[in-house]
């Protein structure tokens, strides 16, 4: 258990969320150093399906809210006489089903009053809204809406962020974000990261429209196949589409911030892309970065700490996504998020590796999560490693499977 009642200031006392580190879920690298986390980082809400291509919560901003409050905007709320108008568009254009009528959040993106603009040097970009159909939200969070809809006949996801009304500070850092993945979606270009379709802003509404992935999320695959083996070769080639992409995102002197299963989304051919890069930031740029980017289940210990930090972060995060897809458990599972960021890094916790795995893929994942980020691979070293692994089971494992739902992990601490 937990010892001498240590908290996180100002958030939860862990003699009343304690967990136990007997029940051989996890194991220990060694004992690290004392940790204080201040606030919350935001996690990113659940949904049915679909794709979750771009993150709501915006943690950079620090909020800890699980629903929009787009509603209540003073900015956004539906005016007497402005009912009419936003009706009109909807139907001249036919952008706008009538079940979106009372969404604040869409009304505000196809008023027809005030004007579509889109990044400077960015204008290409720049959405045509009488090409966008939108289609019900799927997804929400603190400050905004993930939709499915079409853009010129494509399958698109939306994401929708409103301006926080009355908050300049919390505003200006939401349009940094929103001009900083702007930015990177439209650089990056690579068949394992997700494609940018375009974007836009009205006054009280920011716009970031993506390809749709219509197999949603790795973690909502590996929930819906938690009852049926999956073949480890998949499971090696996803991780390597992984790798390649974050490789390529790491050629250009970026990190992501957030890599985690959440963000990675599957496409008809089961391939992986990587998504969400509304916290992704240019390595020099690390100095006074927020700390509480990304989500703790899959946070490097570095970042946990507020101690400055390097591309190396993503490798750690990469090491836990690895162990998803090999076991298809959610990291942490018996742990609060932030009893999870505790024991990394005072414990020096971290998920237990099956006894059946591969070798080399525990290798991977034991260097990937090391807490010296000098002893963590580069992408480029995990590339090759994993096509050594793909190899491997080519050649001399038989019908290689990995378990889906298990109750207990097949090692010791």
Not at 47 to 52: H, M
Not at 130 to 149: S, T
Not at 368 to 373: A, G, I, M, S, V
Not at 385 to 411: D, G, S, W, Y
Request: glycine residues 8%; hydrophobic residues 35%.
């Amino acid at each position: 258990m937990l010892e001498g009642g240590q908290k996180f200031p100002g958030m939860i006392d862990l003699n009343e969320h304690a967990y136990d580190l007997s029940q051989g879920f996890y194991h220990k690298l060694g004992e690290g150093t004392n940790m204080s986390i201040d606030s919350f980082a935001s996690l990113q809400t659940s949904n049915d399906g679909g794709s979750v291509a771009m993150s709501l919560d915006n943690s950079s901003v620090g909020s800890n809210e699980s629903h929009t409050r787009i509603l209540n905007h003073q900015g956004l709320r539906r005016r007497a006489n402005d009912n009419h108008t936003f009706q009109h568009s909807v139907n001249r254009r036919g952008r706008v089903t009538h079940h979106l009528s009372d969404d604040a959040l869409a009304r505000a993106l196809f008023d027809s009053n005030t004007p579509t603009q889109g990044l400077e040097n960015f204008e290409k970009w720049t959405l045509d809204l009488r090409k966008l159909n939108m289609g019900e939200a799927f997804a929400q969070g603190a400050f905004g809406k993930l939709y499915r809809g079409t853009y010129d006949g494509e399958d698109v996801a939306i994401k929708i962020l409103e301006r926080p009304e009355n908050d300049l500070e919390k505003a200006q850092l939401m349009e940094q974000q929103y001009q900083q993945e702007v930015m990177m979606l439209a650089t990056l270009k690579h068949p394992n990261i997700v494609r940018f379709i375009g974007s836009c802003h009205k006054p009280m509404v920011w716009c970031i429209v993506t390809e749709y992935a219509k197999g949603g999320s790795v973690r909502q695959f590996l929930m819906r196949r938690q009852s049926r083996s999956v073949p480890l070769k998949l499971a090696v080639k996803q991780a390597l589409d992984v790798a390649r992409g974050m490789e390529y995102v790491h050629g250009l002197g970026l990190i992501h911030r957030d890599l985690k299963s959440d963000n990675l989304l599957i496409f008809a051919d089961k391939s992986i892309k990587v998504a969400d890069f509304g916290v992704a930031r240019i390595e020099v740029q690390t100095e006074g970065m927020t700390p509480e980017t990304g989500t703790y289940r899959w946070m490097a210990p570095e970042m946990i700490q507020h101690r400055p930090y390097t591309q190396k972060v993503d490798l750690y995060s990469f090491g836990i996504v690895l162990w998803e897809l090999i076991t298809g458990m959610l990291p942490f599972q018996n742990m609060t998020a932030v009893q999870a960021a505790f024991a990394v890094v005072n414990k020096g916790v971290r998920p237990i590796i099956p006894n059946d795995c591969l070798p080399v893929l525990s290798d991977i994942m034991t260097r990937c999560w090391d807490p010296n980020p000098d002893v963590r691979p580069s992408f480029t070293e995990v590339v090759r490693m994993l096509e050594n692994a793909q190899t491997e089971i080519m050649t001399t494992v038989r019908k290689a499977r990995f378990r889906c739902c298990i109750t207990q992990p097949m090692t010791t601490d």
